[in-house]
C-alpha cells in the first residue's frame, strides 16, 4: 500500500505491513515448503500426467513419460522456492539456486556415478533371474534410449526433486534439529510424497522405505561432499532411476518387481554401511552445508550459509520501522 507521510508529501511504501505478512508466513518456513511442494506435485502435477498419457495419445512414449512427469517432480524445488521467498524475500531466490547448482569441488567423479546405477541394477536383475547376456544386448541393442533415459531423469527427475529436498529442506532442518534426525525426517517426507507408489501394496511400501532409508543417507553425504551443490544427489538420482525406466520398457519379460527389491535391499545396505562409517560425524556434529568442514555448534545454529549475503542485502534494502516513524513524526 502506499501513503503520504506527514506534510512533507514523502510517498513511500507500507513497509510494517509487508513486513509482518512475511514475517508471519517465514516462522513456519517448512510448512510453506511442504505445501507448496503438495499443491504443484498433486494439485497441478497429477492432472497434468493424466493429461499426457490420456489426451494425447500420439505423443512420443519418452516425451510422454517426462512432459507428464513435468510438474509432478518439479514440486519440490517450487516448494524450496516459495520458502525461500518467504523467509528472505525474492532477492534471496537468484543466490540459493546458484549456489546449490554450483560445480562441486572434483566434479569429473560425477561421472562414475551413472556407471554406479547400472552396475547395481545389471547385479539386482541378475540376482532376478536375467541374464548378464540379456542385459548387455539390452544396452547394445538401445543404448541411445538409455542415454536419453540418464540425461532426462538427472535434469528433470534428479534436480526438480533433489533442489527442494536436498537442497532446501534437509539444510533448514538440520540447522534446528541436527543432521542425523534431518536426514531422518527428510526421509519420511521424501517418502510420503510418493504416496501413489505406497498405495501400491504393503510389499511395495516396504522396498521402497528401504530404498528411500538408503538414499537418504547416501544424498546427505553427497550434499556435503559438494559443499552444498544439488549436482551430485541429483545426478546420483537419476543414475538409479534410468536403468530401471530403460530395463522396463526394453525388456518387459524380466522379473522387474523382484529385481526392484533385489536393489531396494542393496541400497538400504549401501545407506548402512556408510552411516557406520561415518557414524563419529553422525552422532557428534553439526555439519555446515557449503563447506567440508564439520565443527561442534549449538542446536538451532543456522546453516543455511548460501543464503546469508542475500538475507543482509535484503535487510539493508528494507527501510526500518523506526526510519518510517521518524518520517512519519515529522
Known sequence: MIRTIGGHGMVMADRPVELS????????PVL??????????????IPALMIAGAWVPGIN???????????????PTCGAIAAVAATSGRAAIG?????????????????????IGLAAAAIAYAAAGLPLAAFAGAIGRAWPLLLIHLVLQILIVGLGEELGWRGWLLPILAARIGLARATALTALIWYLWHMPILLGGAADALWFALAIGGLSILFALLL????????????????????LVFLGAILPQADHRLAWSYLSGMLAIAGLVALLCTRRQWGKRCWRIGDRTGRSCRRGEHIALSLAKADRALRAATPSASLIQRHANH
Do not use: I, M, Q
Request: aromatic share 12%.
Open 224 to 243: 556435503f561432499w559438494a559443499r552444498g551443490s544439488v549436482l551430485a544427489s541429483a545426478c546420483a538420482h537419476g543414475s538409479v532411476n534410468a536403468p
Open 61 to 75: 512414449g519418452v516425451a510422454k513419460l517426462y512432459v507428464g512427469r513435468f510438474l509432478v517432480v518439479a514440486g
Open 95 to 115: 543466490p540459493y539456486l546458484r549456489r546449490r547448482l554450483s560445480l562441486p569441488p572434483a566434479w569429473w567423479a560425477l561421472g562414475l556415478l551413472p556407471v
Open 32 to 45: 510453506v515448503f511442504v505445501v507448496v511442494t503438495l499443491l504443484v506435485s498433486y494439485g497441478l502435477g
Open 21 to 28: 505478512r512475511r514475517a508471519r508466513v517465514g516462522r513456519r
